[in-house]
T-cell receptor, first 113, second 110 residues
Framework: EAAVTQSPRSKVAVTGGKVTLSCHQT?????MYWYRQDTGHGLRLIHY?????STEKGDIPDGYKASRPSQENFSLILELASLSQTAVYFC????WGAGNTLYFGEGSRLIVV | SQLAEENSWALSVHEGESVTVNCSYK?????LQWYRQKSGKGPAQLIL?????REKRNGRLRATLDTSSQSSSLSITATRCEDTAVYFC??????????FGKGTHLHVLP
């Protein structure tokens, strides 16, 4: 069974502060993704990566950075958190990318105040 | 605009009834995936149907794919209360990106 773990599971951050969401997978998958979920918008792709030390922009990358220091780890960084970034964030991994199963973590709920 | 989109925001059925969720998409695809997300959990894949397939089954679930009309459907037979969830279709837009629709909220009533 694929395993993707996210931390923290829940966080309250202040506006203008820095937030780092971490994701760790034990699937030996090359592809990793960060999605954001808001009511009414479904899941929107923020950043993704298909190899360590390289990241790519998704559909809504503004205000977010990503880091992939190893195959197992993929972080999402909010340098200056804003109220509009309050959402639930999901990390996922897949073996080959598009056309293959994505395995999701349990999500990280971020509230920016 | 959405590259993949479910056709209903919410559906309600009673236990034992069948229900179909529809999805339309706008690009050529390698595969279309259906995911289910239960409250407080991450999405989990139900079915992956490749572009050269027309139908795929998984227990009480049946997915169809019509590449000519760029549409797909997910049917659930003999629904149970535990089928209550949000159902997403997802497509690929290139070799790397997987894009999700906004989801259909399915409520299965006792």
């Amino acid at each position: 069974e694929a395993a993707v773990t996210q931390s923290p599971r829940s966080k309250v951050a202040v506006t203008g502060g820095k937030v780092t969401l971490s994701c760790h997978q034990t699937n030996n998958h090359d592809y990793m993704y960060w999605y954001r979920q808001d009511t009414g918008h479904g899941l929107r792709l923020i950043h993704y990566s298909y190899v360590a030390d390289s990241t790519e922009k998704g559909d809504i990358p503004d205000g977010y950075k990503a880091s992939r220091p190893s195959q197992e780890n993929f972080s999402l960084i909010l340098e200056l958190a804003s109220l509009s970034q309050t959402a639930v964030y999901f990390c996922a991994s897949s073996e080959w990318g598009a056309g293959n199963t994505l395995y999701f973590g349990e999500g990280s709920r971020l509230i920016v105040v | 605009s959405q590259l993949a989109e479910e056709n209903s925001w919410a559906l309600s059925v009673h236990e034992g009834e069948s229900v179909t969720v529809n999805c339309s998409y706008k690009t050529s695809i390698t595969a279309l995936q259906w995911y289910r997300q239960k409250s407080g959990k991450g999405p989990a894949q139900l079915i992956l149907i490749r572009s050269n397939e027309r139908e795929k089954r998984n227990g009480r679930l049946r997915a169809t794919l019509d590449t000519s009309s760029q549409s797909s459907s997910l049917s659930i037979t003999a629904t149970r209360c535990e089928d209550t969830a949000v159902y997403f279709c997802a497509t690929d837009t290139n070799a790397y990106k997987v894009i999700f629709g906004k989801g259909t909220h399915l409520h299965v009533l006792p």
